[in-house]
């Protein structure tokens, strides 16, 4: 089944570019112009990824990311403007994936596109026939299902949260750098750059830990990178 894309942008002229790219490498796009119009596809359609434009008419782009992250988990991908490093972290720090800096190579979007689809693609059954949850003191992870419990209470994570928090619980102790962080759950093709790893274990650490500035669960192993234990 071809994989469903959102495109929202406000300029026709990218969005046109960006849907005919995709459509020839099979996938599905729908195209969306502004905040709202978004906002109401993303509710009543499946999508696999969204391409959201922070500058939108009517609802800008970073209120449709945090509105869609109080009901869903799926992968979006920010565009900003050239130099805007606040729009980026302000995605992030809203829960997008990933983001990417207007003018783009379409060739950069789509690798970051498939990059995305190809890890979030490969955790489906992979535990089918092992153990399905995982679970370290107060915390527990649900593989199959992608859920995160903390003393009991769900808690939620966007995908690339989980991935991190996966590979954190699965080899406790061990540090990993930016860069392996980057190459292992964004993937070795992955064009973005560390602060992408950063702005995601601190989104993390809010979610998990108790006191974000004194973790229990994710450390920083200063000047190589993190860990957990």
């Given at each position: ?7 929202v ?15 020839q490498?099979?996938m599905?796009?729908?195209?969306a112009?502004?905040?709202e119009?978004?906002l ?9 990824l ?14 449709v ?40 190579n ?22 089918k026939?092992s153990?399905?949850t995982?679970?370290?003191r ?16 769900e ?22 750098s ?26 993390l650490?809010?979610k ?10 994710i450390?920083?192993?200063w ?7």
């Amino acid at each position: 089944m071809a994989y469903h894309i959102l495109v929202v942008d406000d300029e026709k002229l990218i969005v046109k570019g960006i849907k005919f790219s995709l459509e020839q490498d099979g996938m599905k796009v729908t195209p969306a112009y502004d905040g709202e119009e978004a906002l109401r596809y993303i509710k009543e359609e499946k999508f696999d990824l969204i391409v959201l434009d922070v500058m939108l008419p009517k609802m800008d782009g970073l209120e449709v990311c945090q509105q869609t992250r109080e009901f869903s988990q799926i992968p979006i991908i920010m565009v900003t403007a050239k130099g805007e490093d606040m729009d980026k972290i302000m995605g992030l720090e809203y829960g997008a994936d990933d983001y990417i800096t207007k003018p783009f190579n379409i060739l950069e979007l789509k690798a970051r596109i498939k990059a995305i689809l190809r890890r979030s693609n490969s955790h489906k059954g992979v535990y089918k026939d092992s153990q399905n949850t995982l679970q370290i003191r107060n915390l527990e992870l649900e593989f199959e299902s992608r859920r995160v419990f903390i003393d009991g209470k769900e808690t939620n994570l966007t995908a690339k949260e989980f991935d991190l928090l996966e590979l954190f619980m699965e080899n406790p102790g061990k540090v990993y750098s930016r860069e392996k962080l980057l190459d292992t759950v964004w993937g070795y093709d992955y064009p973005g750059d560390v602060r992408t790893v950063d702005v995601h274990v601190r989104r993390l650490r809010e979610k998990i830990e108790e006191n974000p500035s004194d973790p229990k669960y994710i450390f920083t192993k200063w000047g190589v990178g993190y860990y957990f234990n």
